[in-house]
Structure formats: structure tokens, C-alpha cells
């Protein structure tokens, strides 16, 4: 690849990137989505089996987000039982 591709690409998906994170998503994406273009066209056979095998990945991807999700979850409702009983010890604790 071309030395002006590069930086192409690279500044677009690192601009999209930043421009995401710091919530202007629309022009963000379109950043982005201009740099997967550019390495696209210089890169089609790769691009089209990540594209075949996209299915697999989003689900791969899902089930780590199912995994995670039931770990906070977790989490929150421990934190939530902690809190309950440091609060009913400090009001018997208070309460004589």
C-alpha cells in the first residue's frame, strides 16, 4: 500500500475513533466507514472473507456480551445486598 493510503487510512479511522468517543457519532462513523473503504479496495480478498465469516463472529461477540452482562449483573445485585446489610447495621448500630 501507498504511503498517502496509509495515512489516509490511518487518520480516518483514528479521527473517526476520537470523533465517536467524544459523542459526535454521525460524522465519527463516516470517518471510519471512509478508511475501511480506502483499505477495502486495496485489500478485497480479505475484506470479503471477513465478510463471509461476520456471522460467526457477531455471534462469538454476542455470547462474550451475554457472559459479561451476567457478570455485572451479578455484581450490582452483591454490591446491592452489601449496602442493604452495612445499612442495617449501622441504623441497629445508631438505633440505641
Same mark, same amino acid.
Given at each position: =500500500? #501507498?504511503?498517502?493510503?496509509?495515512a !489516509? !487510512? %490511518?487518520?480516518s @479511522? ?6 465517536? @468517543?467524544s *459523542? +459526535? +457519532?454521525? @460524522? *465519527? =462513523?463516516? %470517518?471510519? /466507514?471512509?478508511?475501511?473503504? &480506502?483499505?477495502a ?5 480479505? %475484506?470479503?472473507? &471477513? %465478510?463471509?465469516? /461476520?456471522?460467526d463472529?457477531? $455471534?462469538?461477540? =454476542?455470547? @462474550?456480551?451475554?457472559? &459479561?452482562q451476567?457478570?455485572? #449483573?451479578?455484581?450490582?445485585? $452483591? /454490591?446491592? #445486598? #452489601?449496602? !442493604?446489610?452495612?445499612?442495617r447495621? !449501622? +441504623?441497629?448500630?445508631? /438505633?440505641?
Amino acid at each position: =500500500m #501507498q504511503n498517502w493510503k496509509k495515512a !489516509v !487510512v %490511518f487518520g480516518s @479511522i483514528g479521527a473517526g475513533a476520537v470523533l465517536l @468517543i467524544s *459523542g +459526535r +457519532r454521525p @460524522i *465519527g =462513523m463516516a %470517518f471510519a /466507514a471512509a478508511g475501511l473503504a &480506502v483499505l477495502a479496495s486495496e485489500y478485497p480478498e480479505k %475484506f470479503e472473507a &471477513v %465478510f463471509e465469516d /461476520a456471522p460467526d463472529y457477531l $455471534q462469538k461477540g =454476542m455470547h @462474550i456480551l451475554s457472559k &459479561v452482562q451476567k457478570l455485572t #449483573q451479578g455484581l450490582a445485585e $452483591q /454490591a446491592e #445486598q #452489601q449496602g !442493604v446489610k452495612a445499612w442495617r447495621e !449501622v +441504623r441497629s448500630h445508631y /438505633a440505641h
